[in-house]
């Protein structure tokens, strides 16, 4: 199965360290790659690449958190990148 790369805008209460700390290590445990970090909108952006399947259990994952509430996301799939580890930006 190929990989893919997404770019996911992320909206809702989603600003809080926790959602940054639980998105790389939640990525990093499927071997994920790609980097997060939160926008001054009050968004939070995310690239990733790996396995369609992967990233979809990566989202289930995130909005599992008591702390994290996702109101929508905006994805659109990006041209794939060589990265060695996911990253917190």
Request: glycine share 8%; aromatic share 12%; hydrophobic share 40%.
């Amino acid at each position: 199965m190929a990989d893919v790369r997404k770019h996911i805008v992320f909206y809702g209460r989603v600003q809080g360290v926790g959602f940054r700390y639980t998105a790389k290590y939640l990525a990093q445990s499927l071997e994920l790659t790609g980097w997060v970090r939160n926008e001054y909108d009050g968004t939070v952006t995310m690239e990733v690449q790996g396995r369609e399947t992967l990233i979809n259990k990566l989202l289930v994952g995130l909005n599992q958190n008591r702390f994290i509430t996702i109101d929508w996301v905006d994805t659109k799939e990006i041209p794939l990148e060589e990265e060695k580890a996911f990253k917190v930006r």
